[in-house]
């Protein structure tokens, strides 16, 4: 059965472009609730940790100094299967192959730079809120 929370992150690029407010309601404009938020800046360190799922991959350290880089503003959100829907609304990787009207075609920069994360299952979406956030700073 899907869950009804997902995790994400609006990334460096999409922060300092000035996008997160856009970002922020056209999440809300999809029926997703905001349970958490918080605006924090990653160490390359905590990047690391956070990605540690990709440490063999050749992209890695590329990924953490940017995900280091700027500010970013991770956030829970609750919505029936909201892992899927989540992953529709901001579009493939590539910002290039995201069909129009996705957040990513509308405001990813690259492939690197696209705008935000999205968690790929229920599993890693409970962990990677869990990263972010203690239980005190988010709704029940």
Do not use: W
């Amino acid at each position: 059965m899907a869950g009804n929370r997902t995790f994400t992150m609006i990334k460096p690029d999409a922060f300092g472009a000035g996008n997160s407010g856009a970002i922020l309601k056209m999440i809300e404009e999809a029926g997703f609730k905001i349970v958490a938020l918080k605006a924090t800046q990653l160490t390359a360190e905590l990047a690391g940790k956070f990605y540690e799922v990709h440490k063999e991959r050749p992209f890695y350290a590329d990924l953490c100094k940017y995900m280091s880089s700027g500010p970013i503003i991770a956030a829970i959100l609750e919505k029936d299967n909201a892992v899927e829907d989540f992953r529709k609304l901001i579009g493939a990787t590539d910002p290039s192959k995201a069909e129009d009207g996705t957040i990513r075609k509308i405001f990813a920069k690259s492939i690197e730079a696209n705008a935000v994360h999205g968690s790929d299952s229920d599993e890693n979406a409970a962990i990677e809120g869990n990263f972010y956030f203690s239980q005190f700073e988010r709704v029940l």
